[in-house]
């Protein structure tokens, strides 16, 4: 298995998503956001929610992010996954998806969901994801994007 996961802090995570993830993203990068999955925003997340960072590393490299954070008492959110594309389709997303499902049953969550983009849903998708709707281009700077959810409480 390639790879080891490790918890990051914000500002490991942050330039990855600018320079990888992002790139070229006009509005500024936090370590939540307050877009929720019925696409209105909860300004309140900034000031309530308690992200987690998680990366991969190989040979004292990241090669991997992802965060996750809960965005109401029974939902919570990943954020940002991003696998450097010389190492996709090792299983290393479905690694750190994995880490954030546990947080989230750890918090008492009962759905785990992520907007992730058209590209990346078969990732979600075989991590047990269901996607349910596409977002509204005007809600995402990058896209397509899928309001993707799965169910935590029973698995």
Known sequence: ??????????????????????????SPIHPVSSLMPD???????????KPIFVKCLYDKRIIAV?????????????????VDKNFRNQGIGNRLLAIIE?????????TLWSLPRE?????YLKAGFHKHHIVPKILME??????????????
């Not at 790879?3 to 006009?26: C, D, H, N």
């Not at 696409?39 to 929610?49: D, G, H, K, P, R």
């Not at 546990?102 to 009962?110: F, I, L, N, S, V």
Request: with cysteine; aromatic share 14%; proline share 4%.
């Open 142 to 155: 990058f896209g397509p994007n899928w309001l993707a959810m799965k169910n935590i409480s029973d698995s």
């Open 119 to 123: 590209s990346s849903l078969p990732a």
């Open 39 to 49: 696409f209105t925003y909860n300004l309140e997340i900034y000031n309530s929610a």
């Open 1 to 26: 298995m390639i790879g080891r996961i490790e918890m990051a802090t914000f500002e490991e995570v942050q330039p990855l998503w600018s320079e990888q993830l992002w790139q070229g993203r006009k």
């Open 66 to 82: 992802n965060s996750g954070f809960q965005t109401s008492l029974t939902h919570y959110r990943s954020r940002g996954l991003w």
């Open 102 to 110: 546990e947080q989230a049953k750890k918090q008492g969550c009962t």
